[in-house]
């Protein structure tokens, strides 16, 4: 009884929204899935997107540090290591500041996440 007055209740304030809000949140859902499954089943195990990307990234950031605030920043050739439990062949990329590591970039911080969530929110 409790659960089909929620039902109705939700979908009554659901059809009051506008219909230009009612599908952004569909396309908004649709994408989230979209990018959970796409990542998690074929671009996380690959590696190839998140390893080129973490080094571009940490070329990048040297670069604005050098050019923005000292010069002296290097990034180090990449580091790879193997973890099963993360799916094989991982890149990690270090920035250094005479010949001191200062920055680490790990393949899950190079924000390809925060892109694809930036381009979907324009696509929606």
Known sequence: MVKSLF???TIAKWQQLPTVL???VIRA???LVFWYIGYGYIIMPNGRLDNWLTKETAKATSYCLN???KTGFTTVPQRFFDDDKLGGLHTMQYIY???QPVIF???GCNA???YFLYV???LC
């Open 7 to 9: 039902y109705k209740v």
């Open 22 to 24: 009612r599908n952004f």
């Open 29 to 31: 859902l649709l994408l």
């Open 67 to 69: 050019n923005g605030y």
């Open 97 to 99: 500041y005479n010949n």
């Open 105 to 107: 970039i790990f393949r």
């Open 112 to 114: 390809l996440s925060l």
């Open 120 to 122: 979907g929110f324009l």
